[in-house]
């Protein structure tokens, strides 16, 4: 079974293929047998296309245009086309999945596209300004390219749609919520797989363990999962609200945007403050990369020491909000880029937790290829890094509707 999967963001369309024929062992993630990615945020009308396959054929080539149609037809061409090919032709893809950031309240699992789920993620864009668009021209592209192939969304809000309203709804006017305006929570393709990982990795059942994933990467978001559901989440109506992250600011008083605004800032002036220049590049002034924070710390840098320390504190602010929803915690999950890789922030978190009994066993503190456990024998949780891997997620979610519609 050759499967297809796009998931495309606002700076890039990463796109990857599963050929899970070979996959010897179905419950670990495969590698890829073909890697490609689109980089829109080159300057001109250009996008740059790098493509990777297992076999270790590299490619690498500027597309000179702005037709973005034109820019996915080229990168799915080699697939078929040149060194990288690694399938005779498209009709040899047996289903393509998406990756669709927002569902809205209506989309609670993986659905097929159809013209009026097209229509949802597009009427959704409301929502999601900068991303269900870009998911609506993949599929689009698809369509164009591979024919009518079977083609699935696999939304990032689903997973939590089991939160309970307590947690969905803002205390606003009630209207809000009439309108949509709630709190949906992001991020759910890679919470959902790091929980299933997590009791996969301990040899228990997912339904027995409380857990908190802490999503750590350019977005931050935690998220708490009681018998296998999403009962709490720190991002909201948009992935804005929450955790400090890579150049968002996550929660801030709203009283501080009213103030903005009656200063003469525009809604697109707060947009740019708020996603781009805040976070950890807004307090450094210096980057959104964690790796860069650190290396200035280290040269002394007091607005980047300030940065770190406020990404923790909000950090464990959010996961101590959590544990009343659980009523304890038997594991803390770290993943994405910071998580997977920064000694630094799992022990400037699990510092605040020492009273629950958590210990981490300070010879695990390095970074690893593989998933781990970071915690000390006698810690009373225990504390995980798990790589996520959401594309493999999205693909082995398609594959079971897939089969189950074949079945019935
Ligand atoms: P995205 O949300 O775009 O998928 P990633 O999960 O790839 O992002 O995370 C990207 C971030 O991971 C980078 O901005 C960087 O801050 C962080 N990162 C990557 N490697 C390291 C590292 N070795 N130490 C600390 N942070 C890292």
């Known amino acids: 079974m050759k499967i297809l999967v796009l998931n495309a963001g606002s700076s ?3 796109s990857c293929l599963y050929d899970l024929s070979d996959d010897a062992a179905p419950d670990m993630p495969a590698t890829p047998v073909w890697e490609g990615l689109i980089d829109w945020t080159h300057q001109g009308e250009a996008a740059e296309i790098r493509v990777e396959t297992a076999g270790g054929k590299t490619l690498k080539k500027l597309v000179p245009t702005d037709d973005r149609a034109k820019v996915i037809a080229d990168l799915l061409y080699t697939l078929c086309q040149g060194d990288t090919r690694v399938i005779d ?4 893809i047996d289903l393509v999945g998406h990756r669709v950031v927002h569902g809205g309240a209506e989309y609670r699992e993986c659905t097929r596209i159809t013209p009026a789920v097209k229509e949802a993620i597009a009427r959704l864009a409301v929502f999601a300004p900068v991303h269900n668009p870009v998911n609506l021209e993949g599929i689009e592209a698809i369509e164009r390219i591979l024919g009518d192939v079977p083609q699935f969304a696999v939304f990032d809000t689903a997973f939590h749609h089991t939160l309970p309203a307590t947690a969905y709804v803002y205390p606003g006017p009630y209207d809000w919520l009439e309108q949509g305006i709630r709190r949906y929570g992001f991020h759910g393709i890679s919470h959902q797989y790091v929980s299933q990982r997590a009791a996969q990795l301990l040899g228990q ?18 998220t708490a999962v009681h018998e296998g559901r999403s009962v709490e989440t720190s991002m909201g109506f948009t992935p804005l609200e929450g955790l400090m992250m890579g150049s968002r600011s996550g929660s801030i008083d709203p009283g501080i945007l009213i103030h903005l605004l009656r200063q003469g800032h525009t809604p697109d002036d707060l947009d740019r403050v708020l996603n781009q220049e805040s976070g950890l590049k807004g307090i450094s002034g210096l980057s959104n990369d964690m790796r860069h924070i650190h290396a200035a710390i280290a040269a002394g840098n007091e607005r980047a020491a300030l940065a770190f320390d406020l990404f923790i504190h909000r950090l464990q602010t959010a996961v101590s909000g959590m544990l009343p929803s659980l009523g304890g915690l038997d594991v803390l999950v770290f993943t994405a880029g910071i998580g997977e890789n920064d000694p630094l922030v799992w022990s400037g978190l699990c510092r605040g937790f020492e009273f629950l009994g958590l210990k981490l066993d300070p010879d695990r503190l390095q970074r690893s290829p593989d998933d781990q456990e970071i915690s000390a024998p006698d810690s009373r949780v225990r504390v995980l890094v798990i790589h996520t891997h959401e594309d493999w997620a999205i693909a082995q979610t398609c594959l079971r509707l897939y089969s189950t519609s074949q079945r019935q």
Do not use: D, E, Y
């Open 89 to 92: 032709s498209f009709a040899a």
């Open 12 to 14: 890039t369309q990463k």
């Open 205 to 222: 059942p997912l339904t027995s363990l409380r857990l908190i994933t802490c999503h750590l990467g350019n977005g931050c978001s935690v």
